[in-house]
């Protein structure tokens, strides 16, 4: 293969393709599926999570879910959208990749119950490793509320370094929120260290 065909090969690659299954020490991070609803509703019913997140209202309910798992459970969805189980095939969370106007970028939320047991920076880092395995080179875009420190922690462990702050409106909320800007730079991922 020469380098113009290279070149248009690379240029042709619009995502990383099928969501893949990925499993981890303690979790299986798997494409979404209609039958996700419910777990997904029952999580981001808690204001706890939701308020974390930019773009979910409150309340949420099962309709907002089946509505959400209607575009990210097709072929229309370029980026993939991981559904986090832990043993028992439960849905416990998101991992989710999405192209935005500033690139990709990187979101995330753990059901209340599964918080501070180092889950999400163990599906963090594993989803992040699988995409740049199929997207080597790629900038991951991300940002947090100012007031969700763990979040912030999860990002640090994986690389990712704050680039800006500013205000962005939270549905949750009803209310323009301090957010900060993050970005995981080419070359900067941490992979995860092995649990003990």
Not at 49 to 62: E, F, G, I, K, T
Not at 96 to 114: M, P, V
Not at 178 to 188: C, I, Q, R
Request: hydrophobic residues 40%; charged residues 20%.
């Amino acid at each position: 293969m020469n380098a113009m065909q290279n070149s248009v090969e690379r240029a042709c690659i619009t995502g990383p393709g099928p969501c893949p299954t990925i499993t981890t020490a303690r979790l299986t991070l798997r494409p979404h599926r209609m039958s996700d609803a419910d777990a997904i509703a029952q999580s981001l019913a808690d204001f706890q999570v939701s308020r974390m997140l930019a773009r979910v209202p409150a309340p949420y309910d099962r309709q907002d879910a089946s509505e959400w798992l209607a575009v990210a459970t097709t072929d229309l969805n370029d980026g993939w959208a991981f559904a986090i189980t832990a043993g028992d095939d439960v849905h416990i969370g998101c991992v989710s990749f999405e192209r935005r106007s500033s690139g990709w970028e990187i979101g995330y939320w753990l059901n209340r119950f599964y918080w501070r047991r180092g889950y999400m920076s163990e599906a963090v880092h594993a989803a992040i490793s699988r995409f740049l395995m199929r997207m080597p080179g790629t900038e991951i875009h991300s940002g947090i509320f100012a007031d969700n420190l763990a979040s912030l922690r999860v990002q640090e462990k994986a690389g990712f370094r704050i680039t800006g702050c500013s205000e962005v409106f939270s549905v949750a909320r009803a209310a323009m929120v301090p957010h900060l800007e993050t970005v995981l730079a080419p070359g900067d991922f941490r992979p995860a260290s092995p649990r003990h």
